[in-house]
């Protein structure tokens, strides 16, 4: 492990800036779409199509990430996030050219499976350059990279998507990408024993296959099929049957892609619980504050944007914080501090109303942004200080995979819970009345409050104490 200090004035600090442009590639893309969609539907059409934009990223991500997490382990994260940000800008360079929704739809999987190496290795490369106590510091940079994404990816979107055209959110992903690639190339080194592994081919394609039929059928369940059909018990059972062969074939190979054994640590189990229900809560706050914001209090798209980038603002702000804290006074209390915000914030989405001020929604969302800074950062934190150099990477990925899992279930499900009472209500989809969308909107909270004490309950059945390997015990944490 390196010396040498932390910032960017340090022998780390190229790395480290490669790792923030690497980390801004993903964040900037997950905002910057968002307000694009009405010039991508009126330039190539669409508009039945276009949620596929945003699920179909996301499922490309899930499904990926505990490969590349593997992998990384077994040939290093150097080739893994190079190999990452090369998929990315060719799937940017895609999307850019996309002449219609399918293809750009596609293209979007591109993205994604890039995008699943890119976040999971940089967060694998601080806890390989760092130490405990030298993460709580580096986190406050990479949190910070989500923060001025929250605000800068909206702005930007609608700049290109006004000005110039839509086409240019994909096109500069080209120079960032460039850069990062070009800085983690002349300047991260690492030394890798990597001998004669086994690649997990069986493993991976039934990891993949399981989980995209799996999301799949949750996803377009209630919507293209009803859930009781042949089509939706189809492809939720094939998916099922997938990873029931994946857990027998795991069991019996040299170099399992996802070990088994990451489920039957205590700490690895809810902590991947812990990860699986911030991803549920954080996207169907992202899906359904803006639809609140601008069809029930009746505002336009900046203010909407406005109320949910408290939500990123608030994150950041206590997870660069959060280390000084889990220092002092362990992981699981940080954590549990984390908890109480998030219930209360998530509590106080109850109180909202077709009156209710757009401060009053900002100031919520930034409750509720200030508690998962405070539980997801310690967290996978916790998780990787468990483990050694070898299983980092998987580790890492696994938590990554459940997050990435519980923000396409969770929106998938607050989506069927959103439309059942649409429906109930006799709302037509093209006339959707204040009132219906005030009641839908309010079940997708209360869904949201379940999930968050779900996390909460997670988090108090972590291990009081986190054992850390010989090779990475830098410091002593205190019990929590």
Request: glycine share 12%; hydrophobic share 50%; aromatic share 8%.
């Given at each position: 492990?390196?010396?040498?200090?932390?910032?960017?004035?340090?022998?780390?600090?190229?790395?480290?800036?490669?790792?923030?442009?690497s980390t801004s590639l993903v964040a900037v893309d997950s905002t910057i779409i968002a307000t694009s969609v009405p010039s991508i539907v009126n330039s190539i059409g669409g508009f039945t199509e276009f949620p596929w934009l945003f699920s179909i990223y996301l499922l490309a991500q899930a499904v990926t990430v505990p490969v590349y997490g593997k992998l990384a382990d077994l040939f290093g994260r150097k080739p893994v996030i190079l190999f990452g940000i090369g998929l990315f800008l060719l799937g940017s360079i895609l999307c850019g050219l996309a002449w219609s929704m399918p293809a750009l739809i596609a293209f979007r999987a591109v993205q994604g499976a890039g995008a699943g190496a890119i976040q999971p290795m940089s967060i694998t490369i601080v806890g390989d350059l760092y130490s405990l106590a030298e993460r709580s510091k580096v986190q406050g940079y990479i949190a910070s990279v989500w923060g001025m994404s929250a605000v800068i990816g909206p702005t930007l979107g609608g700049v290109f998507s006004e000005y110039t055209s839509w086409r240019w959110i994909f096109f500069i992903n080209i120079p960032l990408c460039g850069l990062a690639?070009?800085?983690?190339?002349?300047?991260?080194?690492?030394?890798?024993?990597?001998?004669?592994?086994?690649?997990d081919y069986r493993g991976a394609a039934l990891?993949?296959?399981?989980?995209?039929?799996?999301?799949?059928?949750?996803?377009?369940?209630?919507?293209?099929?009803?859930?009781?059909?042949l089509p939706g018990l189809l492809i939720l059972g094939c998916g099922a049957a997938l990873l029931v062969a994946f857990v027998l074939v795991e069991r019996h190979v040299p170099e399992p892609v996802?070990?088994?054994?990451?489920?039957?640590?205590?700490?690895?189990?809810?902590?991947?619980?812990?990860?699986?229900?911030?991803?549920?809560?954080?996207?169907?706050?992202?899906?359904?504050?803006?639809?609140?914001?601008?069809?029930?209090?009746?505002?336009?798209?900046?203010?909407?944007?406005?109320?949910?980038?408290?939500?990123?603002?608030?994150?950041?702000?206590?997870?660069?914080?959060?280390?000084?804290?889990y220092l002092r006074i362990g992981f699981r209390?940080?954590?549990?501090?984390g908890s109480v915000f998030a219930v209360a914030?998530?509590?106080l989405l109850l109180l909202l109303n077709g009156s209710s001020p757009v401060p009053q929604v900002a100031l919520t969302c930034f409750v509720i942004g200030?508690?998962?800074?405070?539980?997801?950062?310690?967290?996978?934190?916790?998780?990787?200080s468990s483990v050694g150099w070898s299983e980092r990477g998987v580790v890492t990925g696994n938590n990554l995979f459940c997050r990435s899992l519980g923000s396409a279930l969770g929106v998938a499900v607050f989506g069927a819970i959103a439309n059942a009472t649409l429906r109930s209500g006799n709302a037509s989809s093209g006339a959707r009345?204040?009132?219906?969308?005030?009641?839908?909107?309010?079940?997708?909270?209360?869904?949201v409050l379940v999930v968050s004490l779900a996390m909460a309950v997670a988090v108090a059945c972590m291990p009081r104490e986190v054992e850390q390997p010989e090779q990475d015990l830098l410091i002593d944490l205190p019990a929590a």
């Open positions: 492990m390196s010396s040498g200090g932390v910032g960017f004035r340090s022998e780390r600090g190229p790395v480290l800036i490669a790792l923030m442009l690639a070009f800085m983690l190339t002349r300047k991260f080194t690492e030394r890798v024993e990597r001998g004669h592994p086994h690649i990891l993949t296959t399981g989980c995209t039929l799996l999301i799949l059928g949750v996803l377009e369940g209630g919507q293209s099929w009803a859930w009781i059909s996802l070990p088994l054994w990451v489920f039957s640590r205590r700490l690895l189990l809810t902590t991947s619980l812990v990860s699986a229900a911030v991803g549920a809560i954080v996207l169907g706050l992202t899906s359904y504050i803006p639809t609140f914001v601008q069809d029930v209090l009746g505002t336009g798209p900046l203010v909407a944007g406005f109320a949910l980038s408290t939500l990123m603002l608030g994150w950041p702000m206590s997870a660069s914080q959060s280390g000084k804290l209390r940080t954590a549990l501090g914030g998530c509590a200030l508690g998962m800074g405070l539980v997801g950062a310690p967290t996978l934190i916790a998780a990787q009345s204040s009132a219906a969308l005030t009641t839908a909107t309010h079940h997708v909270f209360v869904a």
